[in-house]
């Protein structure tokens, strides 16, 4: 599978190498070339610096032949509007956005665009723990 993921963060970066370890042709797309640069030589996917949502950036980034997008930077606006470039201007068939507020997950859905919520996702992880404790 091609994917490209959006935001080279602690999470994109894991995503990066995890994916492209298991055989995924992974691309990965961020303004800031210090968060590139912190891939490494390990990394053996390809690194494109560029704004998020450009659509000459996404092209060099693979969009064309692009299977999913996953949108993980730190900002839920550049998330969202990466996702739609994604999605309605090169159709790509599978768009995840990672949701850094829960306020906004409401925008996400009104948008149809899949979510994945780490506040929610942690909350669930803890509460289980808790209630594992208890039995």
Request: with cysteine; proline share 1%.
């Amino acid at each position: 599978m091609y994917i490209i993921i959006i935001g080279c963060g602690k999470l994109g970066r894991t995503l990066a190498f995890e994916l492209s370890d298991v055989g995924h042709n992974v691309s990965v797309v961020d303004s800031d070339a210090e968060k590139l640069a912190a891939l490494g030589s390990g990394f053996n996917g390809l690194s494109v610096r560029g704004v998020e949502y450009d659509d000459g950036v996404l092209r060099q980034a693979g969009i064309a032949r692009a299977n999913c997008v996953v949108c993980v930077t730190a900002d839920d606006n550049l998330n969202i509007t990466a996702a739609l470039a994604a999605r309605e201007l090169f159709g790509v068939g599978r768009v995840i956005a990672r949701v850094n507020d829960p306020a906004k997950k409401s925008a996400f859905e009104l948008l149809n665009i899949e979510t994945i919520d780490p506040t929610e996702l942690v909350s669930y992880l803890i509460r289980s723990k808790l209630e594992g404790e208890k039995t």
